[in-house]
């Protein structure tokens, strides 16, 4: 009878190399995201500039305002390292020009979201804000009964005598 061997389960090191690698790179993104003060992590997105309406040497505002230094000034315009990009949207907030940038991204949710001036910007975090207070305002207050509770004023003797 043939001897059976011990099998070890094989591990491919370079799989487990390369996870790594990944998870260093999204730890590194979602870093980034937060510093500019967005809390999600976009897998998918794409940015673009309209090197024809762009201000360029006059302006530069995008490259100081990108986290991740996606954004450099060559050869007399703005050059875009998209690899590096984590769709932060910062820098259509700061362009002076409407439809210079455009940057696109997919959310957690499935949701395609497209910025290119910054009122789309701004009225997304208005959104943001508004959803967070209404979270914060339904955790202390979850139903009428509880804002009652917490504000209706207790009748005043001088009230109760009226009556
Ligand atoms: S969206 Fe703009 S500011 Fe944000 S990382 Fe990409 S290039 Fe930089
Ligand atoms: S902020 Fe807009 S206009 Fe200014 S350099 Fe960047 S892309 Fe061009």
């Given at each position: 009878?043939?001897?059976?061997?011990?099998?070890?389960?094989?591990?491919?090191?370079?799989e487990v190399l390369l996870e790594?690698?990944?998870?260093?790179?999204?730890?590194?993104?979602?870093?980034?995201?937060?510093?500019?003060?967005?809390?999600?992590?976009?897998?998918?997105?794409?940015?673009?500039?309209?090197?024809?309406?762009?201000?360029?040497?006059?302006?530069?505002?995008?490259?100081?305002?990108?986290?991740?230094?996606?954004?450099?000034?060559?050869?007399?315009?703005?050059?875009?390292?998209?690899?590096?990009?984590?769709?932060?949207?910062?820098?259509?907030?700061?362009?002076?020009?409407?439809?210079?940038?455009?940057?696109r991204r997919k959310r957690r949710?499935?949701?395609?979201?497209?910025?290119?001036?910054?009122?789309?910007?701004?009225?997304?975090?208005?959104?943001?804000?508004?959803?967070?207070?209404?979270?914060?305002?339904?955790?202390?207050?979850?139903?009428?009964?509880?804002?009652?509770?917490?504000?209706?004023?207790?009748?005043?003797?001088?009230e109760e005598e009226k009556k």
């Open positions: 009878m043939a001897e059976k061997r011990n099998e070890k389960p094989s591990i491919d090191i370079f790594a690698s990944k998870e260093k790179k999204r730890a590194k993104r979602e870093h980034l995201l937060k510093s500019v003060g967005v809390k999600e992590f976009f897998e998918e997105g794409s940015i673009k500039i309209d090197m024809k309406t762009c201000k360029g040497i006059e302006c530069q505002f995008c490259i100081k305002v990108c986290p991740s230094k996606a954004l450099y000034w060559k050869a007399g315009e703005i050059g875009i390292t998209e690899d590096l990009c984590v769709y932060c949207a910062s820098c259509v907030l700061s362009c002076m020009v409407d439809d210079c940038i455009e940057v949710n499935g949701e395609n979201e497209r910025f290119t001036n910054p009122l789309h910007v701004l009225t997304l975090m208005n959104s943001i804000n508004a959803r967070n207070r209404m979270k914060v305002i339904e955790s202390i207050l979850p139903d009428e009964g509880a804002y009652l509770k917490r504000y209706r004023r207790p009748i005043s003797e001088s």
